[in-house]
């Protein structure tokens, strides 16, 4: 099979998922020919169980018509079976260590998870003490700005009365030069 047309790149997802699938049908067949071909050696482990009970160790072969197979070919078959038992063991354990890397993954995306809540718990609680800051910032700013209202509203009542105080001082000056004058 091929994959899809409607992607261009090979590492697109329906790329992948073609792989995958032909990985899988791989691993499928190479499965069913094992399975099939255990049941077979699992057959001849049986007649030769039975031919050793028995004597007649060639009457029995022809009772169950093998076609042709030897003392040789089935050393052979025996080879194959431990073989295909050995691989059987290799892949258990690598499911068996995959399923352990899978859990310890779960575990760490569960630590991840509950890291990311408590980030986003105090980023809100930041982001709440940051607006009361600002709220409060304001109203001190506000503050601020009617105390200096208030202060200049106050010197400009004092560079009145300044003014005033000038302007009755230089009258008394005047009005002093004038009585010395008139008096003197």
């Not at 069913?32 to 482990?45: C, E, F, G, P, R």
């Not at 600002?134 to 503050?143: A, P, W």
Request: aromatic share 8%; glycine share 2%.
């Amino acid at each position: 099979r091929r994959p899809p047309r409607s992607t261009q790149s090979r590492s697109s997802a329906a790329s992948d998922v073609y792989k995958r699938q032909s990985t899988q049908s791989t691993w499928g067949s190479l499965i069913k020919v094992l399975s099939k071909t255990i049941n077979n050696m699992s057959n001849v482990a049986h007649l030769l169980n039975e031919t050793k009970e028995t004597s007649s160790f060639d009457s029995r072969f022809d009772n169950y018509n093998l076609g042709g197979l030897t003392p040789l070919s089935l050393d052979v078959l025996q080879d194959q079976e431990k073989r295909f038992k050995q691989k059987e063991k290799e892949y258990k354990s690598e499911i068996e260590s995959l399923r352990e890397e899978i859990r310890s993954l779960k575990q760490n995306q569960d630590r991840i998870e509950a890291s990311r809540d408590e980030l986003i718990i105090q980023v809100a609680d930041l982001r709440s003490l940051v607006q009361r800051v600002s709220q409060e910032g304001d109203y001190l700013l506000e503050k601020a700005k009617a105390k200096n209202r208030g202060f200049e509203k106050q010197i400009e009542a004092l560079d009145c009365s300044l003014r005033v105080s000038q302007e009755s001082s230089q009258h008394f000056d005047r009005m002093a030069e004038y009585w010395k004058r008139y008096l003197c």
